[in-house]
């Protein structure tokens, strides 16, 4: 099983993110379930979300207490939430900033979604949307086909700015 | 189809199939996805239903009483709250022999102002005279409110059925969907009591102690004829659809020296609990209860039982506890966790199983408790 925790705040589309990448898994033919913890939910607060892909039927829906990717749409969530929690030894990074930086004993990567959405204008309510172009950056990392993320925004998003931001970010990510 | 949805969605999909001509509701969460999808359905064309927006969980249920009473198909969805403020014409409902179906989504009980998964709402209508069912997955919620018509409309039974699922935990997930064309699984609905003007009778009148208990009987004795239906339902859902449902589902049960019995995700998330276990070489088993009423057989004979309760009978112990209790007659080691959301992980489970105590009572997390 793969488990992915994704930090997000309010707005930028983390929780969308979480389903996107479910479905995205479903289409490369394995078993996925996307869920979040609820609590009162504001703009702009600390969201969490989570991803199970799996061979098999996912049975469970208690939260990932060990993920195998962690994501992070702001990073300066990093300075307020403990991100890295319990992450797997060898475990994957994903931050949405146009600096890397080195975490030891983890695999990090990164790729400027902010801007990526800013350039093809994915606004909703004030906010830049994030999830298209992370779905990008995790096909980049092969935790889903690009044929598969496609197909899921296409059916989620069918506008084509969604399709052409989660390109950008798997371009912009040295394989 | 195979697509990707929340229980919410699974239920309004489901709904939308079965075709009631009256859906009278009030939104709360986190239910509102269910009546927000089902309404769009009706505004828009797709569903030829009549949608009664109400002030209150009361008046939806009264709404569907007076629908149902003309003799057509009626849904209604709710939780927590809303289920309590409901209560008074949930019986009304069952008395009236009245074939509703409502989906409940499971959700605390008010104060501590809580919105998670707990049980206590649902458990607060078991004697109401509805069937109880209560699903594991999405894929479940989705075949339940299915099945739910046929067996609350079957001559034999004419009972409401609530079909219930986890707050959040199950209501809000998205997980794999494989929709189905329905056909005629669902038969047109028969009231034989149905209002009707050119041979008016009156309802709800003043019934003495002389006749008041045979009406309450005959609610028993359709809940006992109900198991048969139930049954026949899902073979019948079985045969067509190719997914097969029991009163429980059991998993690794047959060889197992001690079974996890409970209701909802917490009982899908013992299995893989069950699949640590027996790494570790503890022969154990998961019985998820599926139908709380009418409460199945159980087939524990020489296992011992954890019982994990989603919600408490104060002054008393675990409902589901309880009732295996009374069922098997013998202990059981009765876990009460999960209550308001609490996390309880397939972990937490496997320690309930490891540190069992037959004939003790612990709740999850207090003093050091489990």
Request: charged share 20%; glycine share 8%.
């Given at each position: 099983m793969f488990e992915i925790r994704i930090h997000s705040r309010g707005g930028q589309g983390g929780v969308t993110a979480s389903r996107l990448v479910a479905l995205a898994a479903i289409h490369d033919g394995k078993h996925a379930t996307a869920c979040v913890f609820y609590s009162p939910q504001r703009r702009g607060a600390p969201v969490i979300s989570f991803v199970r892909i799996d061979d098999s039927p996912v049975r469970i829906y208690s939260h990932i207490q060990n993920p195998d990717l962690v994501a992070i749409l702001d990073k300066g969530l990093m300075e307020t939430v403990d991100v890295f929690q319990k992450l797997k030894k060898g475990g994957k990074i994903f931050i949405n900033s146009s600096e890397g930086k080195i975490f030891p004993g983890f695999s990090s990567i990164h790729a400027d979604l902010t801007q990526i959405a800013h350039r093809e204008h994915l606004v909703v309510a004030g906010y830049l949307i994030l999830n298209t172009p992370l779905l990008g950056a995790f096909a980049r990392m092969c935790v889903v086909s690009l044929d598969s993320a496609r197909k899921a925004i296409r059916e989620m998003f069918p506008d084509p700015r969604n399709i052409r931001a989660a390109e950008a970010a798997y371009g912009e990510i040295s394989p | 189809m195979k697509t990707i949805a929340t229980g919410n969605k699974a239920v309004a999909e489901a709904v939308q199939q079965a075709r009631p001509a009256v859906i009278a509701a009030y939104p709360i969460t986190p239910q509102t996805a269910i009546i927000e999808q089902i309404a769009e359905a009706v505004s828009s064309g797709t569903l030829n239903s009549r949608?009664?927006?109400?002030?209150?969980?009361?008046?939806?249920?009264?709404?569907?009483?007076?629908?149902?009473?003309?003799?057509?198909?009626?849904?209604?969805?709710?939780?927590?709250?809303?289920?309590?403020?409901?209560?008074?014409?949930?019986?009304?409902?069952?008395?009236?022999?009245?074939?509703?179906?409502?989906?409940?989504?499971?959700?605390?009980?008010?104060?501590?102002?809580?919105?998670?998964?707990?049980?206590?709402?649902?458990?607060?209508?078991?004697?109401?005279?509805?069937?109880?069912?209560?699903?594991?997955?999405?894929?479940?919620?989705?075949?339940?409110?299915?099945?739910?018509?046929?067996?609350?409309?079957?001559?034999?039974?004419?009972?409401?059925?609530?079909?219930?699922?986890?707050?959040?935990?199950?209501?809000?997930?998205?997980?794999?969907?494989?929709?189905?064309?329905?056909?005629?699984?669902?038969?047109?609905?028969?009231?034989?009591?149905?209002?009707?003007?050119?041979?008016?009778?009156?309802?709800?009148?003043?019934?003495?102690?002389?006749?008041?208990?045979?009406?309450?009987?005959?609610?028993?004795?359709?809940?006992?004829?109900?198991?048969?239906?139930?049954?026949?339902?899902?073979?019948?859902?079985?045969?067509?659809?190719?997914?097969?449902?029991?009163?429980?589902?059991?998993?690794?049960?047959?060889?197992?020296?001690?079974?996890?019995?409970?209701?909802g995700t917490l009982g899908k998330e013992a299995e893989i609990a069950v699949d640590l276990l027996r790494a570790e070489g503890i022969k154990a088993g998961s019985m998820r209860l599926r139908w709380l009423r009418p409460f199945p057989e159980l087939n524990l004979a020489g296992r011992e039982v954890v019982v994990i309760d989603r919600s408490y009978s104060f002054g008393f112990g675990g409902v589901l506890a309880t009732s295996v209790r009374s069922r098997i007659n013998r202990e059981v080691y009765s876990v009460i966790a999960g209550l308001g959301g609490q996390e309880v992980s397939y972990e937490d489970i496997a320690g309930f199983v490891r540190r069992r105590c037959i004939g003790r009572e612990d709740w999850f997390g207090m003093n050091g408790h489990v």
């Amino acid at each position: 099983m793969f488990e992915i925790r994704i930090h997000s705040r309010g707005g930028q589309g983390g929780v969308t993110a979480s389903r996107l990448v479910a479905l995205a898994a479903i289409h490369d033919g394995k078993h996925a379930t996307a869920c979040v913890f609820y609590s009162p939910q504001r703009r702009g607060a600390p969201v969490i979300s989570f991803v199970r892909i799996d061979d098999s039927p996912v049975r469970i829906y208690s939260h990932i207490q060990n993920p195998d990717l962690v994501a992070i749409l702001d990073k300066g969530l990093m300075e307020t939430v403990d991100v890295f929690q319990k992450l797997k030894k060898g475990g994957k990074i994903f931050i949405n900033s146009s600096e890397g930086k080195i975490f030891p004993g983890f695999s990090s990567i990164h790729a400027d979604l902010t801007q990526i959405a800013h350039r093809e204008h994915l606004v909703v309510a004030g906010y830049l949307i994030l999830n298209t172009p992370l779905l990008g950056a995790f096909a980049r990392m092969c935790v889903v086909s690009l044929d598969s993320a496609r197909k899921a925004i296409r059916e989620m998003f069918p506008d084509p700015r969604n399709i052409r931001a989660a390109e950008a970010a798997y371009g912009e990510i040295s394989p | 189809m195979k697509t990707i949805a929340t229980g919410n969605k699974a239920v309004a999909e489901a709904v939308q199939q079965a075709r009631p001509a009256v859906i009278a509701a009030y939104p709360i969460t986190p239910q509102t996805a269910i009546i927000e999808q089902i309404a769009e359905a009706v505004s828009s064309g797709t569903l030829n239903s009549r949608f009664i927006s109400v002030e209150s969980e009361h008046s939806a249920m009264a709404a569907c009483i007076g629908a149902s009473l003309t003799g057509v198909r009626t849904f209604t969805a709710t939780s927590s709250q809303g289920l309590l403020y409901m209560h008074e014409m949930t019986n009304w409902a069952a008395g009236s022999r009245l074939p509703i179906v409502m989906a409940n989504v499971n959700r605390a009980v008010a104060p501590g102002w809580n919105i998670w998964a707990d049980h206590t709402d649902s458990l607060q209508e078991r004697d109401t005279g509805w069937l109880q069912v209560y699903a594991g997955s999405v894929q479940e919620a989705y075949d339940s409110v299915l099945m739910a018509f046929p067996i609350a409309e079957h001559e034999d039974v004419l009972l409401p059925v609530m079909v219930n699922l986890d707050g959040f935990a199950l209501s809000h997930i998205f997980q794999p969907l494989e929709t189905v064309e329905i056909g005629d699984f669902i038969a047109p609905l028969y009231l034989p009591h149905a209002i009707d003007t050119r041979d008016p009778a009156g309802y709800g009148v003043l019934t003495g102690p002389e006749s008041y208990f045979k009406f309450r009987w005959d609610i028993e004795r359709s809940m006992r004829d109900s198991v048969n239906v139930i049954q026949s339902v899902q073979e019948d859902f079985s045969r067509r659809f190719g997914r097969s449902y029991g009163f429980t589902e059991d998993y690794l049960c047959s060889d197992a020296e001690v079974v996890v019995m409970a209701i909802g995700t917490l009982g899908k998330e013992a299995e893989i609990a069950v699949d640590l276990l027996r790494a570790e070489g503890i022969k154990a088993g998961s019985m998820r209860l599926r139908w709380l009423r009418p409460f199945p057989e159980l087939n524990l004979a020489g296992r011992e039982v954890v019982v994990i309760d989603r919600s408490y009978s104060f002054g008393f112990g675990g409902v589901l506890a309880t009732s295996v209790r009374s069922r098997i007659n013998r202990e059981v080691y009765s876990v009460i966790a999960g209550l308001g959301g609490q996390e309880v992980s397939y972990e937490d489970i496997a320690g309930f199983v490891r540190r069992r105590c037959i004939g003790r009572e612990d709740w999850f997390g207090m003093n050091g408790h489990v």
